[in-house]
């Protein structure tokens, strides 16, 4: 397996500019920003809200409105 520096983010906190601008032409990537999105999950620099955490509460309810429970045995 290869890293696809195109589509890959470098993420830094306590840096400044300039250590920020070496570590993106260290690692030949982007610069990412926060708050971003890791599987699905909101991560963020400071505390997720829960406007940010609506959206995954919606989603797990659609997936378990169409679980069929009748299908699972008891053991």
């Known amino acids: 397996m290869k ?3 195109d589509k890959s983010e470098v993420f830094t906190m306590g840096l400044n500019e300039e250590e920020q601008q070496e570590t993106v032409r260290v690692l030949n990537c982007k610069l990412g920003s ?3 999105k890791y ?5 963020s620099d400071c505390k997720v809200t829960k406007a940010q955490l609506k959206y995954v509460n919606d989603k797990t309810e659609k ?3 169409t679980w069929q429970c009748d299908y699972l045995s008891s053991g």
Do not use: Q
Not at 39 to 43: A, E, F, I, R, T
């Open 3 to 5: 890293i696809n520096f």
């Open 34 to 36: 926060f708050p971003m």
């Open 39 to 43: 599987l699905g999950m909101p991560v």
């Open 63 to 65: 997936r378990l409105g």
